[in-house]
């Protein structure tokens, strides 16, 4: 069964940058969809920046927010994705959660899409 561990969040002066890593174990997720999304307090969890496949080529999409300053890619040899942030904003602000669909996928952005989820790792941007 496939797990994942998102690392890498922290606290963080505006313009700064951060990586996040989502780790996966219990399986691979090359050909797999691995998509990123955000959670604020009382706001709902949003999609954010999606790798879809190799099969596919690995598209990625990301949400308008995160274009130009965000960037997902994944290393299929150590089975992680990553999500580089940079120039970041108070509004950036949330938990960031990982998420891996069930079998092939291109760059989807809708949570019922996914099957596999990571516990979050909170990010805080200082203004």
């Known amino acids: 069964q496939m797990q994942l561990v998102e690392s890498g969040g922290g606290l963080i002066q505006a313009g700064g940058s951060l990586r996040l890593s989502c780790a996966a174990s219990?399986?691979?997720?090359?050909?797999?969809?691995s998509g990123w999304f955000r959670q604020a307090p009382g706001r709902k969890r949003e999609f954010v920046a999606v790798?879809?496949?190799?099969?596919?080529?690995?598209?990625?999409a990301y949400a308008d927010s995160a274009k130009g300053r965000f960037t997902v890619s994944r290393d299929n040899a150590k089975n992680t994705a990553y999500l580089q942030m940079n120039s970041l904003k108070p509004e950036d602000s949330a938990v960031y959660y990982c998420?891996?669909?069930?079998?092939?996928?291109?760059?989807?952005?809708?949570?019922?899409?996914?099957?596999?989820w990571g516990q979050g790792t909170q990010v805080t941007v200082s203004s």
């Open positions: 790798i879809g496949g190799s099969w596919s080529g690995g598209a990625t």
């Open positions: 998420a891996v669909t069930t079998g092939y996928a291109r760059a989807v952005k809708l949570k019922w899409q996914y099957t596999y």
């Open positions: 219990g399986g691979t997720c090359s050909n797999d969809a």
